[in-house]
Nanobody, 115 residues
Framework: QVQLVESGGGLVQPGGSLRLSCAASRSMLSIHRIGWYRQSPGNQRELVARITSGNNTNYADSVKGRFTISRDNAKNTVYLQMNSLKPEDTAVYYC?????????WGQGTQVTVSS
């Protein structure tokens, strides 16, 4: 089992930046895949970015070139650096982790991009 605690969400103007953090309750080395989904009202939850234990990364087309996912194994934390934010990035961002056959979720953090 793993608990995930997100932080770093908030209100930012278009073009601004935010960094989300997700702290895991167990060693990152035991987590096969970890990343972020987001969900906005009326829309399905969508994958934003993920990183594997081998440091392979994947991004949604809508965030490529603007968002960067990284992991700090020593701190058991994964980060999502979000630059050039747009109003359409507004959503609740959820951290998730895959350990063996199980998927775990954080509680979510709100990101609002608005002037």
């Amino acid at each position: 089992q793993v608990q995930l605690v997100e932080s770093g969400g908030g209100l930012v103007q278009p073009g601004g930046s935010l960094r989300l953090s997700c702290a895991a309750s167990r060693s990152m080395l035991s987590i096969h895949r970890i990343g972020w989904y987001r969900q906005s009202p009326g829309n399905q939850r969508e994958l934003v970015a993920r990183i594997t234990s081998g440091n392979n990364t994947n991004y949604a087309d809508s965030v490529k070139g603007r968002f960067t996912i990284s992991r700090d194994n020593a701190k058991n934390t994964v980060y999502l650096q979000m630059n050039s934010l747009k109003p359409e990035d507004t959503a609740v961002y959820y951290c998730y982790a895959v350990v063996l056959a199980y998927t775990y979720w954080g509680q979510g953090t709100q990101v609002t991009v608005s002037s």
